[in-house]
């Protein structure tokens, strides 16, 4: 068979295994299908269907069709996170910066530390965790860092299927995620940072500077469906000079996303575009990850390593909200939702795994321990949120249309 047809072969098996699985468990009930894609990429990786039937996945999954999975991922993921970028409302968390100030870094630094914490373990107990190119503290501070991110585009997709998205309470928990969202890829630039691309680095920031003044003034005079065109082209010069300057294409992908204000865009457009992507191209990105994952340590060890980070971030994050929610004084269950709908860490948290990998910070063994527990704390979010929500004062929970019918009524 030629590259193509192996290659429309592999796209078959990722479009139709995840969707047949969450069509038969009787879709939601058993998870969101964005959940379940990444679970079954996870299993048609080397890890597990590479084990089972090596002969059948080396034909199919042969270098060429990884390589071009892997363009496409890079795309679609590079397309997810500058989405993310847009959406967060820097205006909005001003307005509210002192509340969102105490929750947003108490979310953020209470599971690095015990993120951190986990690694510090990892390292003691065997070396091996670390990468080839990675220092000890750049593998405390990467993991310790993974464990305390949130998922935004997932977070938001969660709360539009709870239909919170656009009640107060889910606005706020938006801007507590999307802080700590631009925070941390801070931190990630600082972990990454290459001394020996000092030089580079300086420039890049220099000229992302400079360009950014330049984009923010001519932006808004573009035509609305010429800001589209532009922006794409914004997205991947960003995401070129970041990867140049040695701090990676997603740390630029996102700061593209970042300085353009999301009212430039038509709000209901940048929604499809989400949900297209999820649909169309983020397959095979959940896929391409699948393909990373290695056992080569045997299953124990680095399902002890996944339960310890698991335990780590959400043990951390939980934490963070509730001392967040007592100096602010939040009702429990509130404080507890909120805490739970954070731990929504699968897409992001992969990624940053595979930015810690591409840099050789953490080994083979880190990444599959780091990606188990992104699956394991996104599966019980919902549910466990859900159980907080049920129990909140109804007037917290105020719909965005009882408060659009308010203000016509005034």
Not at 267 to 274: C, I, V, W
Not at 354 to 376: K, Y
Request: aromatic residues 10%.
């Amino acid at each position: 068979m030629s590259t193509i047809e192996k290659m429309l072969i592999a796209m078959t098996v990722i479009l139709a295994v995840p969707y047949l699985v969450w069509r038969v468990a009787g879709r939601d009930r058993l998870a969101p299908l964005v959940v379940v894609q990444i679970v079954v990429g996870i299993l048609l990786g080397p890890g597990v269907l590479g084990a089972l039937v090596p002969d059948a996945h080396a034909a199919i999954f042969t270098t060429e069709v990884v390589t071009s999975l892997n363009a496409i991922a890079v795309w679609a993921v590079m397309l997810f996170v500058w989405i993310a970028g847009i959406e967060l409302d820097l205006h909005e968390a001003w307005a509210n910066r002192i509340e969102t100030g105490i929750t947003a870094g108490l979310a953020m630094v209470v599971p690095i530390a015990t993120g951190a914490a986990a690694a510090a373990v990892m390292l003691w107990h065997d070396t091996g965790w670390l990468g080839t190119a990675g220092s000890d503290w750049q593998f405390v501070g990467g993991v310790g860092m993974a464990c305390a991110v949130t998922a935004l585009p997932i977070l938001i997709l969660f709360m539009e299927k709870l239909d919170l998205l656009r009640r107060p309470l889910g606005q706020r928990i938006l801007r507590y995620a999307s802080l700590d969202d631009l925070a941390i890829w801070g931190v990630l630039a600082l972990i990454l940072l290459d001394f020996e691309r000092i030089g580079r680095q300086g420039l890049f920031l220099v000229g992302f500077s400079l360009a950014t003044l330049l984009v923010r003034t001519g932006f808004p005079r573009l035509p609305e469906s010429d800001r589209w065109f532009v922006a794409l082209i914004w997205l991947a010069v960003c995401g070129f000079a970041a990867d140049w300057a040695g701090l990676h294409f997603m740390v630029g992908a996102f700061l593209s996303g970042v300085v353009l204000d999301g009212r430039w865009f038509d709000q209901e457009r940048m929604d499809l575009l989400r949900h297209h992507l999820l649909l169309v191209v983020m397959p095979v990105f959940f896929l391409s990850t699948g393909l990373r994952t290695e056992w080569t340590m045997g299953g124990w060890p680095v399902m002890a390593a996944a339960a310890l980070l698991l335990i780590a971030s959400v043990a951390g994050k939980l934490a963070g909200v509730h001392f967040a929610g007592r100096w602010l004084g939040w009702p429990r269950h509130e404080a507890s939702a909120i805490g739970w709908l954070l731990q929504t860490k699968a897409l992001i948290m992969i990624i940053f795994a595979n930015i810690l990998l591409d840099r050789q910070v953490i080994a083979n063994e880190t990444f599959t321990a780091l990606l188990l527990a992104a699956v394991a704390s996104t599966l019980i979010a919902v549910p466990m949120a859900n159980r907080h929500l049920a129990r909140l004062n109804p007037d917290r929970m105020i719909t965005a249309a009882a408060a659009t019918q308010g203000r016509a009524s005034v």
